[in-house]
C-alpha cells in the first residue's frame, strides 16, 4: 500500500478510515464514499469479526488505492502475518500491550498503526517517532465502544502524524479535527446501523464533515 494512506503530513484534511468493515456491500459502500482505509476486524473477541475470505474479497473489491487494515488483539505474531496475508491486507493495526519488539517486526512487512491510550501517548510517541513503518492511533480504553477522548486534554502533548480514533461520528468529528488536527480519523460504532453493518447514511455524514473540516 502506499505510505500515503496511512502515515502522511495533513495537508488539506484527515485521512479517514472507517472501521468494522464485514461485507463486500459495506466496503464498496465506504470507499465509494470517500474513505482512504478499511478496517476489518480479526480479533476473536470482536462482535465485528469478519473472516479471511470476506475480507479478502471485500478488498479485491475495492482497489488497490484504498488501505486495508487488518485490526488485531491478542494474537500472536504468526497469526498477525498470516491473517493479513491470506485476507489481502495493506497494513495492520496492532492493539493491547506489546513488546517493541512485535511491533517492530511487524513493521518489515506491514506499515503499522499502533493503538495506544491517552496516558501511553507521550512514551509511545518517543518510541516510535523516528520510525516512519509506525503510525500511532490514540484510541478510548474501551476500542469500539463509542465514548469520545477528552480531546482538549490532549492537545498538549498531541504528536504529530498521530491519527485518532474513540467515539468519532458525524456529530463530533470535526470538533476533534480543529482541536488536534490529527494526521487521520478512524470510526466505527457511530456509523453503524448494527454492529458490523454500516448506515450509509452516517458514513456519508462522516465523511462529509471530515473533508469539510
Known amino acids: ?4 494512506a496511512v502515515r502522511a503530513p495533513q495537508l488539506t484534511r484527515p485521512k479517514v478510515k472507517i472501521c468494522g468493515t464485514t461485507s463486500v456491500q459495506d466496503a464498496v459502500l465506504c470507499t ?3 474513505a482512504d482505509a478499511l478496517g476489518f476486524i480479526f480479533a476473536p473477541i470482536s462482535k465485528r469479526l469478519v473472516s479471511p475470505d470476506v475480507a479478502r474479497e471485500a478488498s479485491l473489491s475495492v482497489g488497490l488505492t484504498v488501505a486495508r487494515v487488518g485490526v488485531f488483539l491478542g494474537q500472536g505474531l504468526d497469526e498477525v502475518l498470516r491473517l493479513a496475508e491470506a485476507s489481502r491486507m495493506s497494513a495492520v493495526q496492532l492493539h493491547g500491550a506489546l513488546p517493541a519488539e512485535f511491533v517492530e517486526t511487524a513493521a518489515q512487512f ?8 491517552a496516558d501511553e501517548l507521550s512514551r ?25 477522548l477528552e480531546w482538549e486534554a490532549l492537545r ?9 480514533a474513540g467515539g468519532l461520528g458525524p456529530g463530533n468529528v470535526r470538533e476533534a479535527v ?8 478512524d470510526a466505527v460504532s457511530r456509523l453503524e446501523a448494527s454492529p458490523g453493518v454500516k448506515n450509509p447514511q452516517a458514513v456519508k455524514a462522516f465523511i462529509d464533515a471530515v473533508q469539510g473540516s
Open 1 to 4: 500500500m502506499p505510505d500515503s
Open 32 to 34: 465509494q464514499a470517500g
Open 110 to 117: 506491514y506499515p503499522v498503526l499502533r493503538v495506544v491510550k
Open 124 to 148: 509511545e510517541g518517543e518510541r516510535w517517532a523516528a520510525d516512519p513503518r509506525v503510525t500511532l492511533m490514540v484510541d478510548a480504553p474501551n476500542p469500539g465502544g463509542g465514548v469520545p
Open 156 to 164: 498538549a502533548g498531541w504528536p504529530a502524524g498521530a491519527w485518532l
Open 178 to 185: 480543529h482541536l488536534l488536527r490529527p494526521s487521520g480519523v
